[in-house]
């Protein structure tokens, strides 16, 4: 996508600078022989896999798809204990040690709407990746549609300088 709007960029200012018209289109060639020459899909995947901002927004839902998974979960059981050195005397017996096991249990309505939040959470971020995807792709194609117009206006402008030198030989 950089080498691609830097070429157009290039060539627009050569061809606008440039009073030569001989001079401009020696340019542009020399220019478009150095641009890889890679098809629309091909710029595209390119694009897509090297944007930042895509990489970023797809880890964003891997975490919240990974969140949907344990919110819905009962919290984790406390288990504590107490030793008594030396032992507690009570009126049957001893008392040496003391253990408990605890387990907190929500409202199942509660559990449902944190599930449910997590999966609208989830298709947010989905819909935030898709909504960025299709603005790079948006914006590739409009670059590329401006650099094969401008190719075809190149090789528009060799044919006429052709015919033109022709006429005056």
Known sequence: LDMTTSSVKVAEAVVEKSDDAAFALES????????PQWSLTELEGQALSSNASLRRLFQEIEASRARVGYVGQLPDPTVSSMFFIPPMNFEPDRQVAEFQLMQM?????RLNAKTRRACVEV???QNEYLAERTKVIG?????????YVLEKQIETTKTDQKQLEALIN
């Not at 249990?105 to 309505?109: E, G, K, N, Q, T």
């Open 105 to 109: 249990v929500p409202w199942l309505d």
């Open 28 to 35: 542009l060639s020399q220019l478009q022989s150095k641009a």
């Open 139 to 147: 914006e590739l194609r409009m670059k590329w549609i401006q650099w």
């Open 123 to 125: 298709m947010v971020a």
